[in-house]
């Protein structure tokens, strides 16, 4: 399974993105103006689609947001929510950290592709 986390408050794909992966994105008022769309004509999110916003003190801040929200984002997509291991994360809005690079690396996740617009996590 691949999921997005979407970490820039002002990404304008947010749609287009949920037509192909669930989605955890920053909640911005962008955001949820999509996301409140697709709730009304697609339903509540789940563990195989939809968009999940999560509150966060700096928008600014992506690499901690990201770092914070990897455990829901593995709690809800993961093993135990879908049968299957999160396969594949692509990260929007920051670039993979050495301290990305280890949180992520503690959920299964050792190949790192670097994006136009953040970059592509692969589990073994």
Same mark, same amino acid.
């Given at each position: ?26 909640? +911005?008022?962008?955001? =949820? ?8 004509? @697609?339903?509540?999110?789940?563990? $195989?689609?939809?968009?999940?916003? $999560?509150?966060? +003190?700096?928008? =600014? ?17 993961? %093993?135990? *929510? +879908?049968? *299957? @291991? ?5 990260? %929007?809005?920051?670039?993979? *950290?050495? @301290? ?11 190949? $790192? ?8 996590? @692969?589990?073994?």
């Amino acid at each position: 399974m691949t999921v997005a986390i979407v970490l820039d408050p002002a990404y304008l794909e947010l749609e287009r993105l949920a037509e192909q992966m669930p989605i955890w994105a920053v909640d +911005s008022a962008l955001h =949820r103006g999509v996301a409140e769309r697709l709730w009304l004509t @697609r339903g509540m999110a789940d563990a $195989f689609q939809g968009i999940t916003l $999560f509150k966060v +003190s700096d928008e =600014r801040d992506a690499e901690v947001n990201c770092a914070n929200i990897i455990g829901e984002v593995d709690l809800h997509h993961g %093993i135990y *929510s +879908s049968g *299957s @291991r999160v396969a594949t994360l692509k990260v %929007i809005g920051t670039k993979p *950290s050495n @301290r990305l690079l280890e949180e992520l690396g503690a959920y299964g996740f050792v190949k $790192f592709e670097p994006t136009i617009d953040g970059f592509v996590a @692969r589990a073994e």
